[in-house]
């Protein structure tokens, strides 16, 4: 699993997830932006994290994430999740380097 560099900040973060409100993105192959780490926090429950060689590649890693635990989803990596119990929430967490574009923009909306 990946590690976040340590000149990343978290720069933006999504709502809580469960069953009802999950992006459908989520549960389907997508991929993490270009220079941004995604760290999936899993609340409550449990959620299985799937890793694919690339966007029609077959599983290279599978992950159970429990609660209060979390995975790290590397720029650019093919993935998507599952929900593994009724009771799963969840929320990511987005890093990029401190000095990008992204993180630049992003942390003057908060201000």
């Known amino acids: 699993m990946s590690k976040i560099p340590e000149n990343y900040i978290n720069y933006k973060s999504s709502a809580v997830f469960d069953r009802s409100n999950v992006p459908k993105m989520f549960l389907h192959r997508h991929n993490t932006r270009a220079g941004v780490y995604g760290e999936i926090c899993v609340l409550s429950g449990s959620l299985k994290f799937y890793g694919f060689s690339d966007r029609r590649g077959d599983v290279e890693q599978e992950i159970i994430i429990m609660s209060d635990n979390t995975a790290i ?3 650019q ?3 998507k999740v599952e929900f ?3 009771e799963t929430t969840f929320r990511v967490d987005f890093y990029a380097d401190k000095d990008s574009a992204i993180a630049q923009e992003n942390m003057s909306e908060r201000n």
Do not use: E, N
């Open 73 to 75: 989803s590397p720029p």
């Open 77 to 79: 990596y093919w993935h």
């Open 84 to 86: 593994l119990s009724d």
